[in-house]
């Protein structure tokens, strides 16, 4: 199906919708038609297409948007990248994917919380357990003076004193 005419910006914010519902078919439509890959949608916090999709665990769609130039670290106006919103929500396999493609483990949002302290705010385990298997920061402190094992105690994720995950795992994508 073609996509109609439309000028630039109403085609990225059709592609900032399309990745939010997960429609791969359409984002790479949109694309390909010319919308802008990295607009940020002032509608939604700012979030551009890459986050949207990442919040809502949309694998696929993330892959096309990263295959066609969206910028990892980009950020939404509390500074959450792609990382951040995925690690939060606990969508794992998204988590994996985006550090599998270089995204900034340690990249701070509002309040200088790290994606391993989002992960331990949501109470997601698995998501913490990688994060921390890849060389997550355990020590690192978020404005509040807080460390990740702060949220894990107080979100009930049992956060591990070790990882269960091999050492050296993360380097050779073995989880």
């Known amino acids: 199906m073609a996509i109609p005419a439309m000028d630039v910006y109403a085609m990225s914010s059709a592609l900032w919708e399309a990745a939010k519902a997960g429609n791969t078919a359409k984002a790479s439509r ?3 038609a010319g919308a802008l ?3 940020n949608n ?13 919040l809502n665990g949309h694998r696929d769609t993330v892959e096309l948007l ?6 990892l670290e980009a ?17 794992r396999n998204m988590v994996e994917l985006l550090l599998d ?20 705010k949501g109470g ?12 997550a920061n355990v020590e690192a402190q978020c404005s509040a003076g807080k460390v990740a094992l702060d949220f894990c105690a ?20 073995e989880w």
Do not use: Q
């Open 30 to 32: 949109l694309i390909d």
């Open 37 to 39: 890959v990295n607009r």
């Open 42 to 54: 002032a509608a939604e916090d700012g979030s551009t297409a890459l986050s949207a999709a990442a």
């Open 66 to 71: 990263l295959d066609r130039g969206a910028d």
């Open 75 to 91: 950020k939404v106006e509390d500074g959450s990248t792609a990382l951040s919103v995925a690690a939060l929500n606990g969508h």
């Open 101 to 120: 493609r270089g995204a900034d483990l340690e990249a701070k949002v509002e309040g200088g919380l790290t994606a391993l302290m989002r992960a331990a």
């Open 124 to 135: 997601h385990r698995d998501t913490v357990e990688l994060v921390v298997a890849c060389g």
């Open 154 to 173: 107080a979100n009930a994720c049992a956060c591990p004193a070790t990882p269960p995950i091999r050492p050296g795992a993360c380097d050779r994508r």
